[in-house]
């Protein structure tokens, strides 16, 4: 055993994480995430003043992955309010600051920018690193803008949050997961629809067997490069991408 104490840390935390898989506390856990989705939990967070609507692990899981694949770009589908936005921006400032790369962005896309949305996204002092691009994620000529923006960049990360319906997700995953570099990540949210009762969600397209888990399954199938990085559900264990960490080997 290394004798290196931070290597000694590290090991214990592999464990320790390994170690949840099946345990109680993942049904704990489970069971707190069916129980907050209904009043809403995830829409109580901001970042750096906009509203993030992500559950606190998942905002510490993506500054992890930010931090270690250092991406030049970040493609971001589906915007909203724009936290999730600002948050990545923020992140690439941070690792700018510390030696990462000095022009990394981040791209949103989305089918329907709201006006106040946008003006609070563009008075931001974390707008200087974020571009954004309204029309559908799944349109073509939205699609060839976004594959002109990857071109030549080293490290792409990818995360997928607009349209949760089967079709929809499996289309974005065969645009925009071969964006993905080597090592990075492709980021499935709100995979947490399949473990959740069919009339949750009564005014939308999607449930049980429509949704984002039940298109990456799909998309898994003939696309051997990815994996479901089962270490970071692990973690969070409280997360609405669970199984949706795909990383490309």
Known sequence: MSSDPNQVFQQETQDRIASYAGSQLEVVANEFLRESTQPKYSYNFTWMGRPIIQYPQDIVAMQELIWRIQPELIIETGIAHGGSLIFSASMLELNAACGGPKDAEVLGLDIDIRQHN???IEKH????????IQGSSIAPEIVNQVRRRAEGKRSVLVCLDSNHTHEHVLAELEAYAPLVTPGSYCVVFDTVIEGLPADMYPDRPWGPGNNPKSALREYLKSHPEFEVDHSIDNKLLI?????????RI
């Open 125 to 132: 002092p974390m707008f200087r690193r974020i571009s954004m």
């Open 118 to 120: 946008r003006m609070a």
């Open 239 to 247: 997360s609405v991408a669970n199984g949706g960490y795909l990383r």
